[in-house]
């Protein structure tokens, strides 16, 4: 990939297209997702949600991981669309962590925002064959328009995820500043992307 598009988010790959009643039962696991967490979301109680029994669930999707992939794909698609704005709405920052920094924002942003979504789209094995092709690529492209260089994106996705979870599962010492941490971090990869330009 070279140099940044004229509209971020334009080829934008579109998620797997669904029937009216599929996209009606990807919409109740969604919300059964958000509310009660990803151990929660079973065909069973899918089917309780829709007031139907378990089986019809599967002349719409052959499993549990397909409603995820679903699931997945609306989720990377989101993230995907609120990145791509970040970089246009938001490069100039007055921080001067430029694109970097409005990345980080929006990224954090939006997992905070879907945190049950967030972490069934970025932990265990991603079921890439189930995906719509080059989705997952978008998505993250991104943090490779902010940062320049494949693995100087690589690193900064990790940071920002590794930051997101941390901050989810409570898991920084009491009286953190977490906005400053971000900040930090935000700095830090402007300057190195500072240095490579």
């Known amino acids: 990939m070279s140099g940044q598009p004229e509209r971020p988010w334009s080829g934008r790959p579109e998620p797997s297209p669904l029937t009216p009643r599929a996209a009606q039962i990807a919409a109740a696991a969604r919300e059964l997702l958000e509310e009660e967490g990803h151990e929660a979301l079973t065909m069973r109680a899918l089917a309780d949600r829709l007031g139907i029994r378990a089986p019809s669930l599967y002349k719409h999707f052959p499993d549990k991981a397909a409603v995820e992939a679903v699931l997945i794909e609306r989720g990377l698609a989101e993230i995907g669309a609120i990145l791509h704005a970040a970089l246009e709405e938001h490069a100039g920052a007055e921080d001067g962590t430029g694109a970097i920094g409005a990345v980080l924002r929006a990224y954090r942003a939006a997992a905070l925002d879907r945190p049950n979504l967030y972490r069934l789209a970025t932990s265990g094995e991603m079921p890439r064959a189930r995906l719509a092709p080059g989705l997952e690529e978008w998505s993250g492209t ?56």
């Open 142 to 197: 991104p943090f490779f328009l902010a940062a320049g260089e494949p693995y100087l994106a690589q690193a900064l996705w990790s940071f920002a995820h590794g930051m997101v979870i941390l901050e989810l599962d409570g898991r920084f010492p009491e009286g953190s500043d977490l906005e400053r941490t971000w900040a930090e971090g935000a700095r830090a990869f402007a300057a190195r992307r500072a240095r490579e330009v």
